[in-house]
């Protein structure tokens, strides 16, 4: 994976940079010593890394304001931080930038249940907004499988999703306003406690940029009442391609539950070797979950058992308790934890039509023998937002580049079915150079035309998103 070169001119300031920044901030707000900032320099895409030059952690959205303002005076690249949680590489510095890290800034500024909306600090984690609100009988519906680390900052600039977004959207749609620093240190404030923008929709332009457009340091979120229950059920398969064919049947039906997630045989027994939470020993399964009234969650259980019935299933077990329904959950929340235990892997993201899934996972099967490399499915099914994770040995040479090679095909892939490269992790760095296969060069100059409209120096989170030849001359600009 290519980076720019760092560029000496911009290196040669750190030390101007660091004074600077130290005249107008606590003094633990900036960090740069070399053994400190090395926790910093990469995010959950281990495989890259670079330390920054300085890393700068505010308390307030006028110290994020005055930190970029040096930096634009100086011609220093920022890269904004969350909790460093991305798995595409998004927050990984280049050695002449600097950190924003957001995470102090955590609190919650106002809650509001009569308009179900909260407004809190991007820093705060997800988790912790519905733990806000929680006792109240609200909760915030985007749950990543990260949600106790990743913050709303990263949620918002990834447009994340979670298991239970087939049935409430993902951040997008649970997104009213933000509070924005662009680059030159200006902070706007785009929506609001509100559903639909008067104007031009800047929110939908924001969510989703991966730190290109500004640093968002305040989110105004909607809450959802709790439902009055919930239920999964576990249905078990003899292959993938019949539990993907089930997907289909159940959306095609019109059922909406509240997620539908998959996984292959690989990441059934790592999870059992776990968690240990009894799943059967089958090719693949599906956790389905249904929410509502006593007699809503009956009558939609009632018409999911009997599609599955129709693809016999080696099991069909249904939660008659929460004790039941958390043991269901426990295997598919500790998935990626347990793959890890067992073997080095890549965790990919890309989206594909529902109904492409028997197809595509018949293809990621094959391709798998074809590279000599194992890989794992786990995975939102409802929406089509697949996670194959490919095994690999980081130390055995070679191995990560084959890695690469390998889902780079699996994400052509997705695209070719009708898809799209990233479902939910963003592009970042790990997409970067596969962007030419979604959009033709004239797509991504408008997308271009945009940062250039938000941030004219090319200084926010560089070399990320957009392939670097054709970001070369925009990089370049501001040298
Ligand atoms: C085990 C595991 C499971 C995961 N499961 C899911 C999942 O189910 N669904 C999902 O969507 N993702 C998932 N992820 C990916 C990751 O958690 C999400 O992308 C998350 O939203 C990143 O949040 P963060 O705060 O850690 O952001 P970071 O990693 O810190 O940053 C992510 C991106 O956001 C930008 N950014 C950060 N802060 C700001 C800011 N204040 N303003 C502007 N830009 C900013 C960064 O520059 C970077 O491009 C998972 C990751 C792991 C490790």
Request: charged fraction near 20%.
């Amino acid at each position: 994976m290519e980076m720019p070169v760092p560029s000496q001119h911009r290196l040669d300031r750190k030390s101007e940079l660091v004074l600077r920044l130290r005249a107008i901030l606590p003094a633990d707000c900036v960090i740069d010593d070399p053994m400190e900032t090395r926790a910093y320099e990469c995010d959950a895409l281990s495989a890259y890394r670079c330390p920054p030059m300085a890393v700068v952690l505010p308390y307030t959205t006028e110290q994020v304001a005055q930190t970029l303002k040096i930096c634009h005076d100086l011609n220093i690249p920022v890269v904004p931080r969350g909790s460093g949680t991305s798995l595409a590489g998004g927050a990984m510095p280049t050695s002449d930038s600097i950190i924003l890290g957001v995470s102090r800034m955590n609190d919650v500024l106002d809650t509001d249940y009569d308009n179900r909306v909260i407004r809190v600090q991007t820093g705060r984690t997800n988790l912790s907004v519905t733990g806000a609100v929680e006792a109240d009988g609200f909760f915030y519906a985007p749950d990543p499988s990260s949600q106790l680390a990743c913050a709303i900052a990263g949620n918002i600039a990834m447009n994340s999703g979670g298991a239970h977004c087939l049935k409430y959207g993902v951040t997008s749609n649970n997104l009213l306003g933000v509070r924005i620093v662009t680059m030159q240190g200006d902070i706007l404030d785009i929506g609001g406690a509100h559903l639909d923008a008067p104007d031009l929709d800047l929110l939908g332009v924001i969510c989703g940029s991966e730190g290109q457009l500004g640093i968002v340091t305040e989110a105004t979120l909607r809450i959802i009442h709790k439902p009055e229950g919930a239920l999964p059920v576990l249905l078990g398969f003899d292959s993938n391609e019949v539990a993907g064919a089930c997907v289909s049947d159940i959306i095609r039906a019109g059922v909406l539950p509240v997620a539908i997630e998959f996984m292959d045989r690989p990441c059934i027994r790592a999870t059992e070797d776990f968690a240990k939470a009894g799943y059967p020993d089958c090719e693949a399964l599906l956790i389905i979950e249904v929410e509502g009234s006593p007699i809503e969650i009956e009558e939609q259980l009632e018409k999911i058992l009997a599609i599955a019935a129709t693809h016999n299933p080696v099991e069909m077990r249904r939660a008659n308790d929460l004790q039941e329904a958390a043991r269901i959950w426990l295997g598919r929340k500790s998935a990626f934890g347990a793959m890890g235990q067992i073997n080095d892997y890549m965790c990919l993201d890309g989206t594909i039509p529902v109904s492409k899934l028997p197809y595509v996972l018949k293809r990621i099967g094959e391709m798998s023998r074809e590279f000599g490399l194992g890989v794992g499915n786990v995975f939102h099914a409802g929406d089509g937002n697949m996670h194959p994770l490919i095994l690999y040995n980081a130390n055995e040479p070679g191995e990560l580049e084959k890695c690469e090679a390998f889902g780079a095909e699996i994400l052509k892939l997705c695209v070719e079915v009708g898809g799209c490269l990233t479902g939910e992790h963003g592009v970042g760095i790990e997409k970067r150079d596969l962007m030419d296969h979604q959009f033709t060069r004239d797509d991504l100059i408008a997308q271009m035309n945009i940062k250039d409209v938000f941030d004219p120096a090319w200084l926010l989170n560089p070399a990320k998103v957009f392939p670097l030849d054709a970001s070369a001359s925009r990089r370049d600009g501001g040298m």
